[in-house]
């Protein structure tokens, strides 16, 4: 994408001649640019989104003041935190203090580099990137124990310390996890392994069901993986039932404690791109990023009306169960399917691979994660540990295993 | 068992400590003992089978006058027979001492430094001995009737009653 | 190379902490994660009930009781009443009794829908607490309906009530009732049956039952660890002996008798029992009679009179001992509050387990510090 823009640049008539290294470092930071603006946007959207969640979870209305139903609050709250004063604890230090969260957020922003946002758009498109997000994405601990230890607060120490050992130990599975997809797909290039997920075939190829050609439904080894990869997720961007770093009813807030204003609306920001991140990465390696679910018109307009089956099932179970008439999922899916139906641009536009659909799988595997941390309790970190090295660890290693089987006897490879 | 039982045996054993079964004014009734020889009819109360008061359900201390003596009252119960009894000492105002039973109940401990606190009766062999919910360095012991409030507290001035 | 030098930490969990239900100090020495020793400190809310109570007629010191425990204020203030009616005498009105009955057990269910919430607010759960805070509401919409007032209420007078029901309270009680299974089903379904949240709390803060009696830990706490104790079926009070319902005591479910989750269960279930007891007692109540009938104009025991009396508190057993020289002031009011012996059993229980557990087991406690340092 680099190579693009700088090209664009220099075919523009009015841009001053310049030499193509200069033109591409220009392209670089306007990248970098649009990527810390999407991280920023993306932030405030998702912290009125999980209070929205949050409330509708527990019979409140949430934010309703600022803004037509609250929606200019985190914008109000982002100013507050811009004008606060930024206080350093006397006995902090100072200069780790003041570096630790810029280190995670910096981490944070450039692992968005490899992410594809659609056929075309991709920041960096590099042969490793797979591999670049996992590692530059891990560089976390590091401002984490950083500003643990800066902020000479035993609590915000065990929360550093807390979130190392956890993160350090996550990585281990979720690597695996995805060594698994990166072997099937023989590309650590996040397009290449996009590409190998498109059209549709049946449920393991074998069970009659025909769904999209996603890892996930690929076969049951990258079945179980992806619930795995849910998991380790979870943990690594420490959030509830994995929140042990900032737990709130044990550690007050962590490594974040001491931090007030600027400081800490970083870790928040840091917080959510990491959030961010890891459902655009799932999307990608799961479920086949920017390609459509549906093969053909004919395929999605079915595929619409099973849905609505369902969606109208779902209603009727609440309706009797609960008493309550869950109204919106059977609105979307019935006006998709009525436009679908009715406009065929419609229909051949959800059939094309593009921003829509990383979109939307993005939004609904962070909705699943805030569904998450609405309902669970919190773990304790033994058994934090526990699940890392004796549960997902072995299922991890079962699974690569399990997938160069399955990959060997579907004779995608030979020895 | 009656409350009548328990004191006739208690006197049995323990002869004069035992002063006086007390039962009129007191709607729980007990024994008013010898505060030194509280241990040893706490140790039989608890001990001996037939009374087997596991629980001590409370603590308190009270003060007669400005002229008369402090008393101490221990409310007993026994969870396994599912009955009651009281053991009701008076205590030198000038030196309030008396044995304490925070290692047979438990319960004690903090009922005891909460008497130290407000009445300032010392309790001998209690395992950590201070004041629990006044500041370590209050002076005087609040709930005697002659206790007069200091002027200040640490600089600050503390209000006086109307 | 000598060996690396390592040392306990201090830890100062308070006076302001989220998990410490109010502004109690824990002194924790730690070792690492796992704790070897806590000391709690109390005394930061200390309002100098017992001092105030000295200078005070007996129908003055009321509305301090309610202020004890502002979670239970009812309890509080009916325990009160009860003991200073005996000191008396007084016989009250079968109304008067049946409506105290009824203000005390929907006070239980709503200190302990805040116990239930704070446990899961503790473990990490945070969409129980509001559940159960929104049960709770409708609770104090009751009690304002019938006191004027939601949190204290002083509605409990020696001798009497300071109000009647006012009309349509009973429809309204009933109506809480018929939705409440529903709701307490829904608790057990997002944090009672959790996987995690039973991780966390199985086996964790085991109270034997021979400390807990040793401490003299009361209340649900005593009877999370197997023992069917409570004030109220072993010493009858008010008319407590013409309901049926049964003492819930923790059976070790999910693992050894008198875990924390244990104690959160007999909460739950008496909740439930507590509201098969309002049910009854809505049934009972007399349509006809004076709630302030039998309110003594003055109040002066005998010289010398004494009196403890138990009641049975959400959180256990409340003691007072009230001490009388004759006058319209009492010499002497000691208040026994549950929790302060409860939590004196916090170190023997909490030691050898995680900084977490500490929080899980203080809540499983169900402390109040209003009550603790009175």
Request: proline share 5%; net charge negative.
């Amino acid at each position: 994408m680099i190579e693009s823009m700088a090209n664009w640049f220099l075919s523009l008539t009015w841009f001053p001649q310049m030499e193509l290294a200069s033109v591409k470092l220009l392209s670089v930071l306007l990248v970098g640019a649009g990527l810390f603006a999407f991280i920023a946007v993306n932030a405030i959207v998702l912290v009125y989104v999980e209070r929205k969640v949050s409330a509708f979870m527990q019979v409140r209305l949430g934010p309703m003041r600022v803004g037509p139903y609250g929606t200019l609050q985190t914008v109000a709250d982002a100013l507050k935190l811009l004008l606060k004063e930024d206080i350093i604890p006397t006995l902090a230090d100072s200069i780790l203090f003041r570096v630790g969260p810029f280190i995670i957020l910096i981490s944070a922003i450039v692992a968005f580099a490899a992410i594809p946002f659609s056929p075309t758009v991709t920041a960096a498109d590099m042969s490793i990137g797979l591999y670049y997000i996992v590692s530059i994405s891990s560089i976390v601990v590091v401002g984490i124990v950083m500003s643990g230890w800066a902020s000479n607060n035993k609590w915000s120490l065990y929360g550093a310390m807390r979130s190392a050992a956890q993160i350090v130990s996550y990585e281990i599975p979720v690597g695996l996890t995805l060594l698994a997809v990166v072997a099937m797909a023989g590309s650590l290039n996040m397009n290449e392994i996009i590409i190998a997920q498109g059209g549709s075939s049946n449920l393991f190829h074998w069970i009659p069901l025909p769904l999209p050609n996603w890892y996930m439904f690929n076969n049951p080894f990258l079945f179980i993986a992806f619930f795995m990869y849910i998991i380790g997720a979870t943990a690594e961007i420490n959030r509830t039932p994995f929140d042990l770093p900032e737990s709130e009813s044990e550690l007050v807030a962590g490594f974040m404690t001491e931090y007030s204003g600027i400081r800490w609306a970083l870790f928040f920001l840091s917080e959510y791109a990491n959030f961010t991140l890891v459902a655009f990465l799932t999307a990608v390696v799961f479920m086949g990023g920017w390609q459509s679910p549906f093969e053909t018109i004919f395929a999605a307009k079915t595929s619409l009306l099973v849905l609505l089956a369902l969606a109208l099932a779902w209603t009727g179970y609440v309706k009797t169960k609960a008493n309550r008439l869950s109204i919106y999922p059977l609105a979307i899916i019935g006006l998709s399917t009525i436009a679908a139906w009715l406009f065929p641009g419609f229909a051949i536009w959800i059939t094309e691979p593009g921003l829509f659909w990383i979109a939307m799988k993005v939004l609904s595997l962070i909705f699943l994660l805030m569904w998450f941390r609405w309902t669970f309790p919190r773990l304790r970190v033994d058994q934090l540990m526990y699940v890392s090295w004796k549960v997902l660890m072995p299922i991890a290693l079962f699974n690569l295993i399990g997938v160069a089987t399955w990959m060997w006897l579907t004779g995608e490879i030979q020895f | 068992m009656t409350e009548e039982s328990i004191y006739s045996q208690l006197s049995a054993k323990f002869g004069d400590a035992c002063l006086a079964f007390e039962n009129e004014a007191s709607h729980n009734p007990g024994a008013l003992i010898d505060s030194t020889k509280l241990m040893d009819i706490m140790i039989e109360l608890k001990e001996n089978p037939a009374f087997a008061f596991d629980s001590l359900m409370c603590v308190s201390g009270f003060d007669l006058g400005e002229e008369a003596e402090l008393g101490m009252i221990y409310h007993l119960y026994s969870v396994s027979l599912n009955h009651y009894f009281t053991i009701k000492t008076l205590l030198n105002r000038t030196t309030p001492k008396v044995a304490s039973v925070a290692n047979m109940w438990r319960t004690a401990d903090w009922h005891e430094r909460e008497v130290y606190d407000m009445f300032g009766v010392i309790f001998e062999g209690h395992p950590d001995f201070k004041r629990i919910l006044l500041e370590e360095d209050w002076e005087g012991y609040p709930l005697r009737k002659d206790y007069v409030p200091a002027e200040f507290y640490r600089g600050m001035k503390i209000a006086k009653e109307r | 190379m000598g060996r690396l030098h390592t040392e306990e930490m201090i830890l100062n969990m308070g006076p302001q902490h989220p998990s410490t239900h109010g502004v109690l100090r824990l002194k924790l020495i730690t070792d690492g994660e796992i704790v070897s020793h806590v000391e709690p400190v109390i005394g930061y809310l200390h309002r100098s009930f017992e001092k105030h109570a000295e200078n005070l007629e007996y129908q003055m010191v009321s509305p301090f009781v309610d202020r004890a425990d502002y979670i239970a204020a009812m309890n509080n203030g009916h325990a009160y009443a009860i003991a200073v009616e005996k000191m008396l005498g007084i016989e009250l009105p079968p109304r008067v009794e049946y409506i105290r009955v009824i203000m005390a057990e929907f006070q239980r269910i709503a200190s302990h829908l805040i116990a239930v919430g704070t446990f899961g607010l503790d473990v990490g759960g945070i969409t129980p607490f509001i559940y159960c805070m929104r049960e709770r509401e409708l609770i104090l919409d009751l009690f304002e309906m019938a006191s004027g007032a939601r949190l204290l209420y002083n509605y409990i007078w020696i001798g009497g009530l300071a109000h009647d029901l006012p009309a349509g309270w009973v429809e309204k009680a009933y109506e809480f009732l018929d939705e409440f299974d529903f709701h307490v089903e829904e608790y057990n379904r997002i944090l009672t049956t959790n996987k995690i949240f039973i991780e966390r709390t199985a086996d964790v803060g085991v109270l034997p039952v021979e400390v807990a009696i040793n401490y003299g830990v009361t209340g649900p706490n005593l009877r999370g660890s197997g023992i069917p104790f409570d004030v109220r079926k072993n010493q009858p009070y008010s008319f407590y002996d013409r309901f049926e319902w049964k003492v819930p005591v923790g059976e070790g479910a999910m693992g050894s008798v008198g875990d924390s989750w244990d104690r959160y269960m007999v909460r739950i279930e008496e909740m439930l029992e507590s509201a098969k007891i309002i049910r009854q007692a809505l049934d009972q109540l007399p349509a006809e009679g004076d709630v302030k009938a039998a309110i003594p104009k003055k109040i002066r025991p005998p010289k010398g009179a004494e009196i403890y009396s138990r009641y049975e508190n959400p959180r256990g057993e409340l003691g007072f001992y009230i001490r009388s020289d004759g006058t319209n002031i009492p010499t002497r009011v000691k208040m026994r509050s549950p929790a302060f012996s409860n939590i004196s059993a916090l170190n023997e229980i909490s030691q050898g387990w995680m900084m977490s557990d500490v929080i899980t087991i203080l809540g499983s406690l169900d402390i109040v510090l209003g009550e603790i340092d009175r």
